[in-house]
């Protein structure tokens, strides 16, 4: 009789603690009016992988596989500060942003796998983006064709000095026209956000 | 005993419903997952990442009210940069996922995946708006909310007729010349190239010789000065807005005295903002309205741009973010169908989906969407569009069905 009365005793005390501990732990309830606008700033960037600069088309024959436009993959890395200035969690649902090589357009970069973040903490996102110099001469061309024609160079000559001077970002590099969504209990935000690098 | 009857009562009361609430809150948000396939970095990135956005931004608006009937769509949505062989693996992806349909791209993953599709039963509602997609004898799980290129092409060529060279003095005195400007080894360019000059031949034109026009060209003189020399009244456009205004352009500063028709892939806002001048009086066929026009639903499209995509000026967004919606849309309508009809699966969006929609209205300036289980045209009727003092108005709508109802019916599916 005594053991269980020890037992029913340690019980409720444990129910007690966890009541309190879920009640130490409710946070204010996000509204429209309460949810503040969550940060999204470039903490900085890391060129990820790094082949070179080359690039042969599709009159090479290959060693193996087929011929085509083939050339040395580009791939970034867009570090980014996603900070909650809430005082309950967020869920980052999605971020994109243009990235931009001096005033040219490239391509279209981002990140939708669902994070969440604590109260009042920052966490960091890395957006990896792969560039490859044939798709980018043809969007050049295609989205920019007018700035190309008047920068007095051809994309091949553009795309090669950004290549390779990219060990050392001796040019700018911007994430234009960024737009993250943040949720919290049903309640949506929409951040837009735009940064250079260096 | 009885304190362990007590306790064992504590525990049912706090857990059992909390059970019970978590798997049906569980079972509520049962998804329904459709993937979709954009090109936001390659080669037709211009206007692929505008209507990457008015999927995502769409897909939130059917999620806010009701989804499928109830049931979320959870969208997985990938770039494949233009590269075919990226979209055969994010396809590949998309059915381990159990996916129910896609929301696909352009030309070259629509007709890449276009076996497999029919074989794995699967809808693929694209923007790639071939005619050679729209006979459901040979491509059943080909889709669009959009008239076709060609007969887009076909309704653009008979406009232009009807509302200037009727008006022409040469009218009735000789015929108009007309000629194509398009790459011709690109299959979106090629598409209505058949159709258009079919009917030109219908309307009596004089055909010339097609001018070889590639996608990133940026000086189109020499092609423009052969349409001069050959005396051209009318130019087909078929490429995307870089290239159609470099060639209009040229056209302008060479004083080429033909008038230009366009598909809509090169006619959207840009051309405005990159032929300037040169763009006063070009006709084009946009498939659907432009970015903010007065149309129904257009509301929406507005409100969710600026909701989810506050980064992006509203000035940059385009009729291709309408058309992405115009496509959800109608997805969302034969999947709520097929829902209905206890039949979500691929065929069964197709069958009791969109094979059942007859004068369906989306709004967004998209003439009412029809699909029948022999004709996957979703109209006969066509808005066509000029350029007057920088904006897009309606010169026309053209109905062929009602003008050529025996080769409506008869000829011009699939093709």
Known sequence: ?????????????????????????????????????????????????????????????????????????????????????????????????????????INTQGSSEAMWIPAGKTNQVRVIAVQDPAVTSGSLMVASGDKVKASGKGPMDLIENWWTQIPDFTFPIYARNGSAIFKADGVVKSVPFSAKFP | MDLKKKWFKFVAVIFIPALIFGISASALAAEVKVGALNDVTGATSDVGKDYALGIADAIRYVNDNGGINGKPIKLYQFDYGYRIPEALTKYKLFKRLGCVAVLGWGTGDTEALSPTVTQDKMPYVSASYSAHLTNPAKTPYNLFAATDYSTNARAAITAWYDTRWKKNPEFGKRKPKFVCSYHFAHPYCSAPIKAIKDQAELLGFEVGPDQNVSLVAIDTKSQVLAMKDYGADLVWHGNTTMSVSATVRDAFALGLKAEHIVNCWGF???????????????????????????????????????????????????????????????????????????????????????????????????QPLNYTSTDHR??????????????????????????????????????
Not at chain 1, 48 to 55: E, I, R, T
Not at chain 2, 291 to 308: I, L, T
Not at chain 2, 390 to 407: A, N
């Open chain 2, 268 to 366: 959207d806002e840009n051309l405005v903002k990159l032929a300037g001048k040169a763009a006063e009086g070009v006709f084009g066929a946009p498939r659907c309205a432009f970015f903010g026009e007065n149309v129904k639903n257009m509301d929406k499209v507005v409100e969710y741009a600026k909701k989810y995509n506050p980064g992006v000026p509203l000035e940059n967004r385009t009729t291709h973010t309408v058309a992405a919606w115009a496509n959800t849309l109608a997805l969302w309508e034969a999947m709520k169908r097929a829902d209905k009809a206890g039949d979500l699966t691929g065929e069964g969006i197709l069958k009791k989906g969109f094979e059942t929609i007859r004068d369906f209205d989306i709004g967004l300036g998209v």
């Open chain 1, 1 to 105: 009789m005594r053991e269980k009365s020890t037992i029913f005793a340690f019980l409720s005390v444990l129910a007690v603690v966890a009541f309190m501990a879920g009640c130490a732990g409710m946070t204010a309830k996000p509204t429209d009016k309460n949810f503040k606008a969550p940060g999204v700033t470039l903490s900085h960037m890391e060129v990820q992988s790094y082949w070179g600069w080359w690039f042969y088309d599709a009159k090479i024959e290959p060693t193996k596989g087929k011929a085509g436009a083939n050339g040395s993959p580009l791939v970034l890395a867009f570090i980014f500060n996603v900070s909650n200035p809430n005082d309950f969690p967020v869920l980052m649902e999605k971020m994109q942003f243009t990235v931009g090589f001096e005033d040219f357009d």
């Open chain 2, 378 to 415: 979703t109209a006969g009727k066509v808005s066509i569009y000029e350029i007057k003092n920088g904006k897009f108005q309606v010169v026309e709508l053209v109905d062929l069905k009602s003008r050529w109802p025996e080769k409506w019916g008869k000829e011009w599916l699939g093709w």
